[in-house]
């Protein structure tokens, strides 16, 4: 769940072999990043981790564009800034930022599959909100992920099965967050042409929200540096340079050359990965009850996605928002001075 969103290019030829390489980087990567914020929050308190990896990645993303770009780099302008600014609060302050605060209490592939739903959130409120149609092989997703999330929380007779309700309610609410990002960065923010500098900008402002809710909860007078293990000093490095930098630098190459349902499809994987590194490594116990409630989950975010995908004809295209507003705000694309975001609906 760590990409930001960012706008479609026309697609470029690249040999397969990389397309499939760039897609396992997105399954492994991405789901193991749960396992990653798992043992981060061991010792590391969660809103200022979280803060700690979204400021070294948007950094080491702005210095980037301005090392590449050099004399041709501009500075985005205040209404950039603002619209990133509300991006990364919803995805990186409240998406990641409960994810790592939830994760304290609830194994890292419950997580995951919780935060698979967003989805589910993205179909109800774009046709709330937005006036999206709504397929009904996606209302019968909603439907299913909803069951699938009351099999997970209502637990089952078995000890393994009962979830702290404060975390659970924190992953319920994290999706709902990314969901508000995803569709006011569709609907809302007209697309530009530097996805990193837009991304880096997202991560920044994601910092600065998330710090301040360590502040508000206390974390600053909690820190103990000393007590800090290296096992969650590692997982800081690897969610900061492979989690972030090195996964969404690929997912930027992908959406440029491979078709977007094939790059969705990691919405549903990564659950799994996540589910099965978290038994591995964590020992993280798999009832009956959890594999079921997965697999109900990750059939219902499958079946919105391919629902979803199905709308991206030319004729959809046609009554699509997102679309719509792409294509008019196309001839400002290439001066445009920042990254600006459409969803990339899997997710996120």
């Known amino acids: 769940m760590d990409q930001p969103t960012i706008p479609s290019r026309p697609k470029e030829r690249a040999p397969s072999a990389l397309i499939w390489l760039g897609l396992l980087v997105l399954y492994l990567v991405w789901g193991s990043t749960y396992l990653g914020i798992r043992v981060a929050v061991e010792t590391i308190p969660p809103f200022s ?9 948007g950094l080491f993303l702005f210095g980037w564009s301005i090392l590449r770009e050099g004399r041709s780099f501009t500075w985005p302008a205040r209404r950039e800034w603002r619209d990133m600014f509300v991006i990364g609060a919803l995805l ?4 990641m930022g409960l994810v790592a605060w939830g994760e304290q209490t609830v194994p890292s592939g419950i997580a995951a599959l919780l935060i698979a739903l967003m989805p589910v959130w993205v179909a109800i409120f774009g046709r709330v909100f937005f006036g999206e149609r709504l ?3 996606a209302i019968v997703g909603i ?12 637990g089952g007779s078995d ?4 979830l702290d309700p404060w975390g659970i309610l924190a992953l319920l609410v994290s999706p709902i967050c990314w969901s508000a990002g995803s569709l006011y960065s569709a609907h809302v923010v007209r697309p530009t042409g530097r996805p990193l500098v837009g991304t880096a900008m997202q991560m920044l402002s994601g910092a600065v929200i998330l710090s301040l809710f360590a502040v508000a909860t206390g974390e600053p007078g909690r820190i ?3 007590a800090i293990s290296d096992r969650s000093l590692l997982a800081l490095a690897y969610l900061t340079v492979v989690g972030s930098v090195v996964a969404f630098s690929t997912y930027v190459w992908m959406l440029r050359v491979a078709p977007l349902p094939l790059i969705a499809t990691y919405a549903y994987v990564n659950p799994v990965v996540a589910v099965i590194l978290g038994g591995l490594i964590l020992g993280e116990t798999l009832t009956p009850t959890k594999l079921v409630a997965g697999g109900v ?6 079946l919105i996605i391919t629902a979803r995908g199905r709308m991206r004809t030319p004729e959809a295209a046609e009554i699509d928002p997102a679309t719509t507003r792409a294509r008019r705000g196309a001839r400002a694309e290439r001066g445009a001075p920042a990254g600006g975001t459409s969803a990339l609906t899997p997710r996120r």
């Open 49 to 57: 981790m979280a803060a700690a990896r979204f400021v070294a990645a």
């Open 92 to 95: 990186l302050g409240g998406g």
């Open 135 to 137: 397929p009904r092989l």
């Open 143 to 154: 439907a299913v992920g909803l069951v699938g999330v009351a099999i997970l929380v209502g």
């Open 159 to 162: 000890p393994a099965d009962r």
């Open 224 to 226: 103990d540096l000393g």
């Open 297 to 302: 989950i990750v059939f219902a975010v499958a």
